[in-house]
């Protein structure tokens, strides 16, 4: 990580990575056999299908991202998506209200008693495998350890699942989403801490693809309260989204 890449994180994330908004259905197919090549493939969370292309039912009322590799374009890095409520069935619950439906605390947040079109649900966060070099990581479809931000002597960043994040976020805040939810491992909270990021877990620990907990963060205040080493990174990632949708 050179001194230009720790002072400005845009300008790392520039040299390796574009992102896009996967507006249109070339792109939307890209992003679907990532998904099979993680899912499917590698993880076996999900069957093998004979178009290599891994499909759900909230995917027709999904917003999603893919990240490629800028020296090689055709080169798919990861994606991820957005998961908002079904227009035609608002109250219908997402996919996280679902799995969660027994451990959700409602005391602190009801997802049911929310204006159904500002909520929205990241998921489905995939990180093709030659990115996924770590001890231990192959069995995870993305992750954020502490390690990805290395030491005062050997700093780095761990661009590919936050880049994925922000390109969400960045997604959210065009479709007038407040509240963002997702279901992670539990030590994401600490991680997102030191990016500036407030998720607040909201119901207890689960069994899915490993334990899980459901969490809760506000859009407006990932980016109001972002740290400033993140806000390059953040306007860089927020543009290429922007220029993607333009470009649709």
């Known amino acids: 990580m050179s001194l230009l890449d720790r002072i400005n994180l845009g300008y790392g994330f520039r040299k ?8 249109d259905e070339a792109l939307r197919d890209q992003v679907y ?5 993680v899912y499917c ?3 076996k969370f999900e069957p ?41 069935d608002p109250d219908a619950p997402l996919p996280f209200e679902r799995t969660c439906a027994a ?5 602190i947040i009801d997802p049911a008693k929310m204006p159904r079109g500002r909520i929205a649900e990241v998921s489905r966060l ?3 495998a030659r990115y996924r070099r770590r001890k231990g990581e192959t069995r995870k479809p993305a992750d954020i350890q502490d390690e990805d931000f290395g030491s005062k002597g050997q700093p780095r960043f761990p661009y590919i699942p936050v880049g994925l994040y922000m390109g969400a976020i960045s997604l959210a ?3 007038d989403i407040d509240t963002l939810f997702v279901l992670t491992e539990p030590r994401l909270a600490s991680h997102f801490a030191r990016l500036g990021v407030d998720i607040r877990q909201i119901g207890g620990p689960i069994e899915h693809r490993g334990t899980r907990v459901p969490s809760a963060m506000d859009v407006q205040s990932i980016v109001r309260n972002m740290r400033m080493i993140m806000r390059p990174l953040w306007r860089t990632i927020d543009g290429e989204i922007a220029r ?4 649709g």
């Open 126 to 128: 995939a990180v093709c």
């Open 33 to 37: 056999r990532v998904r099979h090549e």
């Open 16 to 23: 390796y990575f574009r992102i896009d908004a996967a507006h």
């Open 244 to 247: 993607s949708l333009e470009q």
């Open 41 to 43: 493939e590698e993880l």
């Open 173 to 175: 805040m065009r479709h």
């Open 103 to 107: 451990t959700l605390d409602r005391s």
């Open 48 to 88: 093998e299908r004979p178009d290599r292309r891994e499909v759900d039912a909230y995917d027709a009322q999904s917003l999603h991202c893919l990240l490629r590799g800028v020296d090689e374009p055709h080169t798919l890095v990861g994606c991820t998506r957005l998961v908002l409520a079904n227009p035609d």
